[in-house]
């Protein structure tokens, strides 16, 4: 009996546990595939890019391991990482931005607000106290930034679809979720209202919030399981009356790029992805110089690099990706906002912002 009573606590928090992280992982795989079904850009419930993959080098596990063992210290600074954790944040000026770290970014375009892949959690993971943590936090509580017209997504990886800030936005505020096609699925099953959510696929364009949303093609992947590409990924063009702004997402090189530029370029602003590089997967994340080169591609004008400094999902330096991009863009001559994580750049008022905010913090010894 004593035992009983023991094991019941026990099988109560596992049974908890998997709730919770079954619920993070979002829609079931019957629902992912009926989305999918909708696409001609997938088969049999997947999805595929439309390029080759690139080669991978050939490592030893123990090459493997040295790696895996040395990326934490490697991508971590030696000291705390700056934030602007002041100042208004319900701006709506005619082309601005405001970037939290890794991929999150609160655009301004012609006076309507867009805040991109959000992610406000400790941790990208489905499970508690697991997977990559933050080296720094939120510079601002999710409901500083006030009312929000449109939260747009990428893809549904965990660093770029966070489950608690989905659900956090959709009850504080009027937003409508725009996200590639089947990753709605995920919202719906998180409870976000049906009419708030509006998904495309590649190619398609949606007037959402007074903008017109492209969505374009990119060269990533998806899945929050161990089964890949259940839903599309996408970059997309925000278009205002005035302004465009292109959000890469997560890209890897690709000729796709090349082709948003000739038809839908020139950019005011790109926000482009340069960390999170690997050998190991060479053709998912560009490194600085391809993000420079994309932007290039796309006919982008300003350029926001992303996807760095708040997790380690590399095996590089933390501050690596920002010395690369600075030395590719001035070899290019692009220019670039590099602003400290929580800084607003207002671009109707200036096209740079360049201080390297991140000499000076250092990486540890490992």
């Known amino acids: 009996m004593a035992r009983g009573a023991l094991l019941l606590p026990v099988a109560l928090a596992g049974a908890a546990l998997a709730t919770h992280v079954r619920r993070n992982m979002g829609a079931s795989r019957a629902e992912l595939r009926r ?3 909708r696409s001609p850009h997938a088969s049999g419930g997947t999805f595929a890019n439309r390029e080759p993959g690139l080669p991978r080098p050939d490592l030893t596990v123990r090459q493997l391991a040295t790696m895996v063992l040395g990326r934490t210290p490697r991508g971590r600074p030696g000291g705390p990482i700056p934030l602007v954790t002041s100042g208004s944040h319900d701006g709506r000026a005619e082309l601005a931005v405001t970037w939290f770290g890794h991929a999150s970014v609160l655009l301004e375009v012609d006076g309507r607000r867009v805040l991109v892949d959000p992610v406000w959690s400790e941790r990208t993971s489905p499970v508690p106290r697991s997977g990559p943590r933050r080296l720094h936090p939120a510079p601002v509580p999710l409901a500083a930034l006030g009312e929000v017209d449109v939260v747009l997504l990428s893809h549904d990886h965990y660093d770029h679809l966070d489950r608690p800030t989905i659900t956090a936005l959709a009850r504080d505020t009027a937003a409508v979720f725009v996200a590639p096609v089947g990753v709605g699925a995920h919202l719906r099953a998180w409870g976000v209202a049906l009419h708030r959510i509006v998904e495309g696929d590649w190619d398609d364009v949606l007037e959402v919030a007074g903008l017109t ?13 161990f089964r890949r590409n259940t839903t599309q990924w996408a970059a997309w063009k925000v278009a205002g009356p005035a302004h465009a702004v292109y959000v890469a997402g997560d890209t890897g090189p ?3 790029h090349a082709r948003t530029g000739a038809a839908h370029g020139p950019f005011d602003l790109t926000l482009m992805p340069v960390g999170a590089y690997a050998d190991l997967w060479p053709d998912i994340h560009t490194t600085p110089e391809q993000a420079v080169a994309a932007h290039l591609d ?3 004008g300003v350029m926001l690099p992303i996807h760095w400094a708040t997790f380690v999902l590399g095996f590089h330096p933390w501050d690596e990706p920002a010395e690369r991009t600075l030395r590719a863009a001035e070899e290019h001559d692009v220019p670039l906002v590099l602003p400290t994580p929580g800084g607003r750049v207002d671009l109707s008022i200036t096209d740079r912002a360049t201080s390297p905010w991140w000499r000076g913090i250092g990486t540890p010894v490992s």
């Open 35 to 37: 989305a999918a079904a």
């Open 213 to 225: 949303l492209t969505c374009l093609e990119c060269r990533h992947f998806s899945g929050r399981t």
């Open 254 to 256: 690709s000729e796709a």
């Open 298 to 300: 796309v006919k982008g």
